[in-house]
């Protein structure tokens, strides 16, 4: 958790909604100079902050409708922070809550140098990344209408389907296989749907693809060099990360990313872990689809990934995989050095194990794999 600890002379708190935004400015001994509720318009904004514009700081809690305020205030060159809803405890845990209270609350806070911070995505990616985000919802509806198909077989007990129902081709005289006239008529909804699904997202694809390039080709060739990691996942991770350098150590990264438990201890006693869905999902999911497609047709990573199977579980193991992938983007794209496969498994290929140990004693087969299990004991505890 990140705050905002800048001095300002003013500062501003808005509860911002989609008609009518409460704004609330105080001075730095705490006094209140504006406080009153507007309709939401970039010109009601800045006619309110117009005596104040000499040193000023305007924060708000993370909501939908805060694309037109931050590109507003960079245009006018004002200092913008955007809270983080789930840390502004102060806002949602108060016995009386409504827009007034809350814009004081946010400036007032903004003033005490306890202001948590969100990332503010920058607009000249942005608009590209919630398109590549609405792409997946498309892929998940899609892929709902082939499970209800599926399903729909399965009620009838009419056997598996000889070819994927996902490739176009394969698709041909499956609303026959049923006698029922309405069971007919649903699938053939549903095989229409897929026709559509799959026209449009051929083209949400084929513009994400040319805009990743013209954005970061680099970061975006660096990526696909990842073993299983394709032109969606590349995209993913792209726009989800936007720029590496933000993240000013790996630990940040991985916890941004859900892929490390989180701790939480009091008195010397550990509690079990909460909170684990704060962070990024979409990069959770696509580091989590990588793991998976790293293993195909990789002898080597699928020796070492099945040792970890044996010992903690398939998903467990997983997992451990997964934050390996996050730490190795990490250090990718911050050197700008594509994916080394040695170096990636040298930590769990025998082969690739030191022969002697700190006094110079030469280590023997079983030495070595004790000495990669005890390298992966210690990194399973910071895996979730």
């Known amino acids: 958790m990140l705050f905002y600890t800048k001095q300002h002379q003013y500062y501003c708190g808005i509860d911002l909604?989609?008609?009518?935004?409460?704004?609330?400015?105080?001075?730095q001994s705490g006094k209140i100079r504006f406080h009153r509720n507007l309709e939401t318009s970039r010109e009601e904004f800045l006619a309110a902050i117009a005596p104040y514009r000499g040193d000023i700081c305007v924060g708000i809690e993370s909501t939908?409708?805060?694309?037109?305020?931050?590109?507003?205030?960079?245009?006018?060159?004002?200092?913008?922070?955007?809270?983080?809803?789930?840390?502004?405890?102060?806002?949602?845990?108060?016995?009386?809550?409504?827009?007034?209270?809350?814009?004081?609350?946010?400036?007032?806070?903004?003033?005490?140098?306890?202001?948590?911070?969100?990332?503010?995505?920058?607009?000249?990616?942005?608009?590209?990344?919630?398109f590549l985000r609405r792409?997946?919802?498309?892929?998940?509806?899609?892929?709902?209408?082939?499970?209800?198909i599926q399903n729909t077989n399965s009620q009838y007990n009419l056997g598996p389907f000889p070819k994927k129902l996902s490739y176009r081709s394969n698709r041909s005289g499956v609303a026959d296989r049923f006698k029922d006239q309405s069971v007919q008529k649903t699938v053939e909804v549903d095989l229409h749907l897929l026709d559509f699904y799959d026209e449009v997202l051929r083209g949400v694809e084929l513009y994400i693809t040319k805009a990743a390039r013209v954005d970061d080709p680099t970061s975006l060739h660096l990526l696909q060099t990842v073993?299983?990691?394709?032109?969606?996942?590349?995209?993913?991770?792209l726009y989800e990360i936007e720029d590496i350098?933000?993240?000013?150590?790996?630990?940040?990264?991985?916890?941004?990313?859900?892929?490390?438990?989180?701790?939480?201890?009091?008195?010397?006693?550990?509690?079990?872990?909460?909170?684990?869905?704060?962070?990024?999902?979409h990069l959770k999911w696509a580091f989590?689809?990588?793991?998976?497609?790293?293993?195909?047709?990789?002898?080597?990573?699928?020796?070492?990934?099945?040792?970890?199977?044996?010992?903690?579980?398939?998903?467990?193991?997983?997992?451990?995989?997964?934050?390996?992938?996050?730490?190795?983007?990490?250090?990718?794209?911050?050197?700008?050095?594509?994916?080394?496969?040695?170096?990636?498994?040298?930590?769990?290929?025998?082969?690739?194990?030191?022969?002697?140990?700190?006094?110079?004693?030469?280590?023997?087969?079983a030495a070595k794999i004790k000495c990669i299990e005890e390298c992966e004991t210690a990194a399973v505890k910071q895996s979730p």
């Open 245 to 281: 350098r933000r993240f000013k150590r790996v630990q940040e990264f991985l916890s941004y990313c859900r892929l490390v438990k989180c701790a939480r201890e009091s008195g010397g006693k550990r509690y079990p872990s909460k909170n684990n869905k704060i962070g990024n999902v």
């Open 64 to 130: 939908y409708a805060w694309y037109w305020l931050a590109d507003l205030c960079s245009d006018e060159g004002i200092i913008f922070i955007l809270g983080h809803a789930l840390y502004l405890k102060a806002i949602h845990g108060g016995k009386t809550k409504n827009d007034k209270i809350d814009s004081k609350k946010i400036a007032f806070i903004l003033r005490g140098g306890n202001f948590p911070v969100a990332y503010v995505y920058p607009r000249k990616m942005r608009s590209t990344r919630d």
């Open 17 to 27: 909604h989609e008609k009518t935004m409460y704004i609330c400015i105080v001075d």
């Open 135 to 148: 792409r997946m919802y498309l892929m998940r509806t899609r892929a709902a209408i082939l499970v209800h």
């Open 227 to 237: 073993p299983g990691v394709g032109d969606i996942l590349s995209l993913v991770l």
């Open 288 to 365: 989590s689809e990588a793991a998976v497609l790293f293993l195909k047709g990789n002898e080597r990573g699928q020796k070492r990934h099945n040792r970890r199977v044996s010992k903690y579980g398939k998903a467990k193991a997983l997992s451990i995989l997964a934050s390996d992938l996050g730490r190795a983007v990490y250090f990718m794209l911050r050197r700008k050095e594509p994916f080394d496969l040695n170096k990636f498994l040298g930590a769990g290929d025998v082969s690739q194990t030191p022969n002697r140990d700190e006094k110079g004693k030469t280590l023997n087969r």
